[in-house]
């Protein structure tokens, strides 16, 4: 039996002090904190869902992060991969959740999530059958491409949100550029690890700014219980053909990220290839919580890839310290006065924060790509698939001679698109084409 120590950190199942390991998980909860909550705050504010909804939304989207990570932690049956892998609220169906939440209503898009969450847990347990169909180009242009989509999304919010009628006004612009500018300073000068915590700081003074501003709302907080548990069902569910199918595209696109993760996850972390099991649990656990997230009136959940950059950076990969983590992440969500103040935050803060982390996730797209070489087949796969997919979708008139299907899933999403672009092409393309190496 391994003796209890600080250095086990950096063995996967190596005991670790309590009071060690705990600084080392909550790194974790503070490098995916806003990134978790920011899914739920873009969409709550397209679809106009009142701030009590949000704030609850909040806390259950912490909750369902920590139970998340627990499982891909210590695997339940096929459910979880066994690795340190830290979930979150996913980015990739805010595009999506905004497009169906603003024309069918909330209730439709997650009755999507549950039963897209539900085929994709299937697809998971049988993983090693199609895996080959989604290779490392085909996951790096969707990556880039969801973060081309979002950049609208940050740029909305840095302006004042949404359908704001003083869109655009001195005071919201302010707010976005301190913020911004906030967390390019902190990013610059912070030494270490404490770099991860950039749009964590930037978060704080723009928030402490936009108070000053009259764009802070608090007045919840002296309503709100001490303690509560997040509403089962809280919307009624709808179920709408056109928008499950749309959902269910991107629960793939969500899956290939998880095999992106993962992989990267076992190489950098553990020195080794993944296991086929460890890509099976993964995707697995992707899909049922996220069916269960739903449950509870939440966004799916996914793989937090700045978690798998901060193993790559500290080397820190065992379970039980980022177990605490998770623990942290269910605490903190059972306690509505932290969801009010989150729900709080103002849309020009959330922007400033959120443009740095989309243009992050275009990057690591584009670094994806790199990676993958610039082959003939593999420039033809990305740039055909995204010229298609952004171009198209920046002209949805392109699409008024296909059936009502068809327009919901791809005139307004781009990811979508650009996911069904590349396995199409890379299907069809030979293997090896004239003037590869």
Same mark, same amino acid.
């Given at each position: 039996m391994s003796?209890?120590?600080v250095d086990n950190i950096y063995q996967l199942d190596g005991k670790v002090p309590i009071g060690k390991?705990?600084?080392?998980?909550?790194?974790h909860v503070l490098a995916m904190f806003v990134a978790n909550i920011a899914p739920i705050l873009i969409v709550a504010g397209v679809v106009k869902m009142p701030l009590e909804a949000s704030a609850a939304l909040i806390q259950t989207a912490m909750i369902i992060a920590g139970v998340g990570t627990l499982i891909q932690l210590y695997p339940v049956w096929r459910v979880g991969s066994g690795l340190p892998i830290v979930m979150g609220i996913s980015f990739t169906f805010v595009s999506i959740f905004c497009v169906i939440g603003s024309k069918f209503g909330y209730g439709t898009a997650i009755g999507a999530a549950l039963v897209g969450g539900i085929l994709e847990g299937v697809l998971g347990l049988c993983a090693k059958y199609w895996r080959r169909f989604i290779p490392p180009i085909v996951a790096a242009t969707v990556v880039a491409a969801i973060g081309f989509s979002l950049l609208g999304i940050g740029a909305n919010s840095f302006g004042g949100g949404f359908g704001n009628p003083n869109f655009g006004d001195a005071k919201y612009i302010t707010v976005g550029a301190i913020t911004l500018a906030s967390c390019l300073a902190f990013n610059i000068f912070a030494k270490s690890f404490y770099r991860q915590l950039s749009v964590l700081f930037g978060l704080v003074v723009g928030y402490i700014v936009a108070f000053f501003f009259g764009l802070v709302d608090l007045s919840r907080l002296a309503t709100v219980d001490l303690i509560s548990i997040p509403k089962f069902m809280p919307y009624e569910m709808q179920f709408q053909p056109g928008a499950i199918f749309a959902?269910? /595209?991107?629960f793939l696109v969500s899956a290939s990220? *998880?095999?992106g993760d993962t992989s990267a996850m076992t190489a950098i972390g553990l020195n080794r290839e993944v296991k086929e099991e460890e890509i099976s649990g993964s995707i697995t656990c992707d899909g049922i919580v996220s069916s269960i997230s739903s449950l509870f009136g939440c966004m799916p959940i996914t793989s937090f890839s700045q978690n798998v950059g901060l193993i790559a950076m500290t080397k820190v990969v065992n379970r039980f310290a980022i177990m605490t983590g998770a623990v942290i992440m269910i605490m903190a969500g059972l306690f509505p006065a932290l969801g009010v103040i989150l729900a709080s935050l103002p849309?020009?803060? /959330?922007?400033?924060c959120t443009l740095?982390?989309?243009g992050s996730i275009v990057v690591s797209g584009v670094q994806m790509i790199a990676s993958c070489g610039y082959s003939q087949r593999n420039v033809i796969i990305a740039s055909l698939a995204m010229s298609i997919g952004l171009?198209? *979708?920046? *002209?949805p008139a392109i699409f008024k001679i296909f059936p009502d299907l068809v327009r919901n899933v791809f005139a307004e999403n781009c990811v979508a698109v650009v996911f069904i672009v590349a396995v199409v092409l890379? /299907?069809? /393309?030979?293997?090896?084409?004239?003037?590869?190496n």
């Open positions: 003796k209890e120590s390991a705990i600084p080392f998980g909550l790194q959902v269910f /595209l991107i990220e *998880t095999i849309e020009p803060v /959330l922007g400033g740095m982390m989309f171009g198209f *979708t920046q *002209t890379n /299907l069809i /393309l030979p293997e090896r084409m004239e003037g590869d």
